[in-house]
């Protein structure tokens, strides 16, 4: 654990360095170790800062530990930087994958349950009710649009509200990807304009799964290829979700996101450095 955590810590800091990022040299406790927290507090605490910050302190890996006010004013600050952490991130795994294929999906993620939309203070509008098909129940809450790679690592992401589609999240997603790259989806990305202007503009082949009445089917043999390729995203998701604590705490939307971002970001370090 301790040389996850330390392996954490120096990918951490080396990225914000390759982004150009600038703190402030008065600190005492630095910003990549204030990310490193909240990465392994979603890697080992189910997301709970406040533990991380205990067994980091007590373990003497960071002794100047901010308290919790502190830290999280901190953190918040580190949102945006964050962000571009994994933009970069993305960007270098992209550019090193042998494989052309990528995998496009969305997955809910619940700010509370249905009974206790009334008493929910983080959002308070019908554009975060959504709907889950696979199991015919509504949700209240975030959809995450994830890209990975074909080896089942996270480059791209975007959150949305629980009520919009797939079709909107593929507009939402930059896409920044190698020419002749192909992008497999299941039929709810379904949308002939958006895969003419890919192919056409950036060289970039959606591979949607057709559904019964489409105007463009595929034969057997590719419709198989389709369903067997995009198939272990799910595995993706089981994977970030299996970390999750039964609820998700936090006081605000963006501490809501910034939880969210820090769970996609632990996979993506794992999975392509950490053995």
Do not use: W
Not at 83 to 88: G, H, I, K, Q, R
Not at 160 to 180: F, K, M, T
């Amino acid at each position: 654990m301790i040389t996850e955590i330390i392996a954490i810590y120096a990918i951490t800091d080396d990225l914000l360095k390759a982004i150009g990022h600038q703190e402030d040299c008065r600190v005492q406790m630095n910003d990549a170790e204030v990310i490193t927290t909240a990465l392994v507090a979603a890697r080992f605490f189910g997301g709970n800062h406040c533990l991380s910050q205990q067994y980091l302190k007590e373990h003497g890996l960071m002794p100047k530990m901010l308290d919790k006010s502190r830290f999280n004013r901190r953190l918040h600050r580190l949102f945006l930087p964050l962000l571009d952490v994994f933009d970069y991130l993305g960007s270098v795994l992209k550019s090193l994958s042998p494989a052309t294929e990528y995998l496009l999906d969305s997955f809910p993620v619940s700010i509370c349950d249905n009974i206790r939309i009334p008493r929910v203070r983080l959002v308070r509008s019908e554009d975060y009710r959504g709907y889950i098909a696979s199991k015919k129940r509504y949700f209240y809450g975030i959809r995450v649009q994830l890209l990975a790679t074909s080896a089942g690592i996270p480059v791209e992401f975007a959150f949305l509200p629980g009520e919009a589609n797939d079709v909107r999240g593929l507009n939402a997603l930059p896409l920044s990807l190698p020419e002749n790259a192909e992008v497999y989806g299941d039929a709810a990305y379904t949308n002939y304009q958006a895969e003419d202007d890919l192919r056409d503009t950036d060289s970039i082949v959606l591979q949607i799964a057709r559904k019964r009445n489409s105007t463009r089917p595929d034969s057997p043999t590719l419709a198989y290829i389709k369903q067997t390729t995009r198939h272990p995203i799910e595995t993706v998701f089981s994977q970030i979700t299996l970390r999750f604590p039964k609820s998700i705490h936090a006081v605000t939307l963006d501490g809501f996101l910034l939880k969210l971002a820090t769970f996609i970001l632990t996979l993506t370090l794992e999975t392509a450095f950490i053995p």
